[in-house]
């Protein structure tokens, strides 16, 4: 991409266990944000961390953002079937229209 | 459930034809957002717009064009659809402001036969 990349591209993993997944972006940002798709539907919102922070707690969620490699990455703790779905980092812009961005998502299989 | 409805959700039509996806939400957000999702899941800002009368185009560029006359409402327009127009294509909006979530709808599906 252009913008921005995540990796791994495809993740698979047993219940129980970790997923982290890293997202990397090329501008400046205001914040960087997490989002989950299943499969033909829209992106949901999970988590957004402003520029200004560098960690961030949401349930079994964990967010970092290290802004001088311009990098973030998700973990997602005691992972469950109904965590299948694919995972998008947004990164919002600081130019004047604060854009959002998003990287090319991964995808992520938890198996029971 | 997100306020933000995206019409039709499937359509398949034939080249040459006109469409418009029609967007629409009801939390009086200020920015509304046009994305084409590739089938290796890499989503593209294709027109953004900051509020009535206020339309930009995004990263990608693409054919489609867009109006934004009411502030509840951004539909996209193809006024000749190509076979390479086949995709998914979804509508966000969000609160004007820095830190901000965006809200998304359910995508349209097009196929251009």
């Known amino acids: 991409s252009q913008q921005g990349e995540e990796d791994p591209q495809a993740l698979s993993i047993q219940e129980g266990e970790n997923a982290t997944m890293n997202c990397s972006y090329k501008?400046?940002?205001?914040?960087l944000q997490w989002y989950r798709q299943n499969s033909g539907r829209g992106l949901v919102h999970l988590i957004l961390i402003r520029s200004n922070e560098r960690e961030k707690h949401s349930g079994r969620l964990r967010v970092t953002l290290d802004t001088s490699k311009k990098s973030s990455s998700l973990l997602i703790t005691a992972s469950r079937a109904a965590d299948t779905a694919s995972y998008f980092c947004g990164w919002a812009t600081t130019d004047s229209w604060g854009k959002l961005q998003f990287g090319a998502g991964t995808q992520v299989v938890v198996t029971p | 459930e997100a306020d933000i409805y995206q019409t039709p959700r499937y359509l398949v039509i034939g080249t040459g034809k006109k469409i418009t996806l029609e967007c629409s939400q009801t939390m009086g957000h200020d920015k509304m957002y046009w994305y084409q999702q590739d089938p290796g899941m890499e989503l593209h800002l294709i027109h953004y717009?900051?509020?009535?009368?206020?339309?930009e185009k995004g990263d990608l560029s693409s054919e489609s064009t867009v109006s934004r006359i009411r502030t509840e409402h951004f539909p996209l327009t193809l006024e000749s659809a190509r076979p390479s127009h086949t995709s998914q294509y979804l509508c966000?909006?969000?609160?004007?402001?820095?830190?901000?979530?965006?809200?998304f709808g359910q995508g349209t599906r097009l196929t251009v036969v």
């Open positions: 966000a909006s969000s609160e004007l402001g820095r830190n901000t979530e965006a809200f």
């Open positions: 717009s900051y509020g009535v009368n206020s339309t």
């Open positions: 501008t400046s940002i205001n914040n």
